[in-house]
């Protein structure tokens, strides 16, 4: 019985970021689902773990509850060093985690549930509208990330040298977030070759949505 | 003649940040501005800079050009260890990681610019519209925020004990651009009490918009 509880969703892509490290990690944890459209992850019960309502969480036996997959994700890598998310010097780092935050910061909290249900409700913005909306921004980020990976003399197999690290982690949960939108891969074929190589990963592979089991 | 350079605008909430970090750092840098509502940051030099085309963007000598302020910041205190902007444990960096993405992931990258600007010019969003969407993101997130720093232990005179931090960071920028869209301060009195000891700082106060060369 791991110490470690995941809260989490399927198909929330900051959930497929944490078990994609907490699987590289080699770490086990237990799964506990809240189904976002049902608004479980604003039960009291949710709310007593995280007053920001957003999954994930993970929760460490009687320690802490985490919040945020960045810095859940670094604490991971802190806390079980091996194998590395993270490169060796503090140039590279900022490197890798400026990589992870044009997804974690400037794409996916524009694009999640909660910003496509507001346009809805106050703009009546409809379906085709919502991916309009989805696709502007993520191509926005995607341009730039593309831009870097290509032309910056660190990126390698992956984004920052031969091993996967945080940057991969949300390039990999964003694809399958872009792909439900119909996003054209076309333009991004650096991202599109990183996608690759972490996908013929299993910790990758377990991470999916579809391999959860509140899946459906 | 410091070799540090921030491309940054007086006004943006992230360049508040980094203008913070390198002030509790003591670090000297040299200023360059971008009008934002003129485009200098989608020019094209900037964009050779930082493809991403956000400011602030942190050029290191010939070494490196640093983006993201919270990567930016991090390479700070990793760089420049003296007065540390992070907590020593890994659980704890974990709490001021997740303290600081509430503002630097679902509150501000909602509610810059690029977004306001979108929601006026495709869906007809007027001022008063915007204000609407900006008070809506920032009073999610802030009464997260209040509710953590009130209720949990390690809440000092700052964010996290009694020197201030990436979370103070954080805090103190959004707090700056609450007051520019008349969000009413009066739920939040823990992040307010932050706020004033951060304020009280001439690192800080030297960091606000007021302050700064391109400032009109």
Chains 1, 2 share one sequence.
Not at 84 to 108: K, N
């Amino acid at each position: 019985m791991s110490d470690l509880i995941l809260h989490n969703y399927f198909r929330s892509s900051a959930s497929v970021r944490v078990r994609a490290a907490l699987n590289l990690k080699g770490l086990d944890y237990s799964y506990t689902p809240y189904a976002l459209l049902l608004n479980e992850h604003k039960s009291e019960g949710y709310l007593g773990l995280n007053p920001q309502g957003l999954v994930p969480a993970l929760e460490i036996g009687k320690k802490a509850v985490l919040t945020q997959s960045m810095a859940i994700i670094e604490y991971l890598d802190e806390a079980y060093p091996k194998p590395p998310l993270m490169p060796s010097t503090a140039l590279e780092r900022a490197r890798v985690r400026s990589l992870a935050q044009i997804t974690g910061c400037d794409i996916h909290p524009v694009n999640n549930l909660r910003i496509l249900r507001f346009i809805s409700d106050e703009y009546g913005v409809r379906e085709d509208g919502k991916a309009a909306w989805f696709r502007h921004w993520a191509a926005t980020g995607f341009m730039a990330l593309e831009t870097r990976l290509a032309l910056e003399p660190e990126t390698g197999e992956f984004c920052h040298g031969a091993a996967p690290g945080l940057a991969d982690i949300h390039l990999y949960a964003q694809v399958l977030n872009n792909a439900r939108f119909n996003v054209d891969p076309a333009p991004y074929p650096t991202i599109m070759r990183i996608f690759e190589a972490c996908d013929a990963l299993s910790a990758f592979q377990d991470a999916r949505p579809e391999n959860q089991p509140d899946a459906y």
